[in-house]
């Protein structure tokens, strides 16, 4: 499996995930941790925090939709692996964040923007495991 490196869009896609998260510290003094939004939005606090975590939600599904509105075709996504080794990634996720109490858009994103110690830390494990996970899929195990 090869790689794309598409440097452009990877760094209008971070500008654009950035200037979301100072945007929503601007207007609502709230980090942006994708995976704490979601869960705030399971378990809102008011109708107004719902409705706010909602908007933020849909805005971030619904870009594909957008992409689509302005090219006539939805983006090629290739996922190179089985439904089951993506749902065994969905629960490592899962317990990654539950355990890291957060994600990387809340960590590697605004934490370290913060110089947050947790933060630091936080992103270091995540980018080593992710290291160490490419090289025993792809190197060990051939996947």
């Given at each position: 499996m090869e790689t794309s490196f598409t440097p452009y869009a990877s760094l209008a896609g971070g500008c654009l995930i950035g200037l979301a998260a100072v945007l929503l510290m601007l207007v609502r003094g709230r980090i942006f941790g994708a995976t704490?939004?979601?869960?705030?939005?399971?378990?809102?606090?008011s109708?107004?925090?719902?409705?706010?975590?909602?908007?933020?939600?849909l805005g971030m599904v619904s870009g594909p939709w957008v992409y689509f509105a302005g090219a006539?075709?939805?983006p090629a996504i290739q996922v190179p692996t089985s439904p089951a080794f993506l749902a065994i990634g969905g629960v490592l996720v899962g317990i990654g964040v539950t355990l890291g109490s957060g994600c990387t858009s809340g960590h590697g994103v605004c934490g370290m923007a913060r110089l947050s110690?947790?933060?630091?830390?936080?992103t270091a494990v995540f980018m080593l495991t992710t290291g160490i996970t490419v090289y025993i899929i792809r190197h060990v195990a051939g996947v």
């Open positions: 704490g939004i979601l869960a705030g939005a399971l378990r809102p606090a109708f107004y925090d719902w409705t706010w975590r909602m908007m933020l939600l006539g075709q939805l110690p947790r933060s630091i830390a936080a």
